[in-house]
């Protein structure tokens, strides 16, 4: 199947019998990781239901006026509701006026479909508009809502959809797929490994050059142990990371510190590629004190502080570690 994921084509097959059969349902939840291409396949199988020249595989032909339509971003009977440029959450009027477009007659002869991502961005009264329309859908209507966590939508909500669940692929599948667009294959296997499985996810830290910083970072928590760097002026330095990156890849550090401390081996470790400078770090810390890290990083993490207050538990957290505890 070109133009499909190869790990999206067990799902996309599915879906397209369910269509061959009549059996497409109005309403589908698309949930998993991020990095996975849910939106990429809510998009293609827009593309299917659109298309009036389908191929045998169920795929859009990519040639026929409702294909062009679609891929200029002008097809009549194809609506996208996402967050609103500066907008934190998606709002009643958005959905109302998808609920409005969705109840007339498609333009063609065939479908109208919507996509909403992230749905779980929907504020309460948006949820609410969209449950009336999720009760009573139009004929010939489609809607797919995207989520990386389908727990915030409504279960209300959730129960009127099928659920589709995007899980990450095998890991040969996903560094065969990786392999044609990264030429290091050590790079590749790393970022996969960091991205949690997800092959989209990892293509996007390898661009952002998130293998050397990790290193850059771990070399800067190593200084401040051996009296090479202060922790404030660590913190100062990890202040200017998207969010609490760095936060996250000291307790990701800290877990493979105490795996290899617990159980002598470095098979189960996630950042292998730092095998080496942690189990030295593993080998200074009292086991104590890093479980005590652990946990003052993941109230951090919970907690969803403002900037202000992430620049400070940053401090907290890595003066704690300049003394040990």
Known sequence: MADIFPWHRQIFTQLAGQLEAGKLPHALLFSGNPGLGKLALAQQLAGTLLCSARLADGQPCGECPACAQLAAGSHPDFLYITLEEDATAIKVDQVRALAGALSMCAHGQGFKVAIIAPADLMNANAANSLLKTLEEPSDNTVLVLVSDRPSRLPATIRSRCQQVRFNAPDQALAMEWLSGHLANAQQARICLELAAGAPL?????????????????????????????????????????????????????????????????????????????????????????????????????????????????????????????
């Open 201 to 325: 996810a990892a293509l996007e830290l390898a661009a952002d050059g998130v293998v050397e910083a990790r290193r850059e970072r771990l070399g800067q928590l190593v200084d401040i142990l051996d009296g090479r760097a202060t922790a404030l002026d660590v913190a100062q330095a990890w202040s200017k990371d998207e969010g609490l990156q760095a936060i996250r890849w000291m307790r990701d550090w800290l877990m493979d510190m105490l795996r290899m401390r617990m159980t002598g081996q470095r098979q189960e470790i996630r950042n292998i590629d730092l095998a080496d400078a942690l189990d030295g770090l593993a080998r200074k810390l009292d086991k104590r004190v890093m479980f005590e890290q652990v946990d003052r990083i993941n109230r951090v993490l919970v907690s969803g502080a403002g900037s202000l207050n992430r620049q400070l538990m940053t401090e907290d957290i890595l003066l704690a570690w300049a003394a040990g505890q």
